[in-house]
């Protein structure tokens, strides 16, 4: 994956943060996003982090495992 890539979310992933659910569960399973980042590195070194790709849809960013994430058609 690469930033600029189109994706959805293709399994079930339940966020608390979302902009206009704030403290209320909302499911991101079948939202559609661009790949803002992967995360490989911190100040020069490789890092491996849990949650590598971070998605942008609309203004809300969220991090996802690659796993999570299918090309959007």
Request: hydrophobic letters at 40%.
């Amino acid at each position: 994956m690469q930033p600029g890539d189109k994706v959805v979310v293709s399994t079930s992933v339940v966020v608390f943060n979302h902009p206009q659910h704030r403290g209320e569960s909302f499911e991101m399973e079948g939202s559609e996003g661009e790949v803002f980042k992967v995360l490989e590195e911190w100040k020069g070194r490789p890092i491996s982090p849990t949650l590598p790709v971070v998605v942008a849809f609309g203004r809300y960013k969220a991090h996802f495992r690659v796993d999570e994430l299918a090309p959007a058609l």
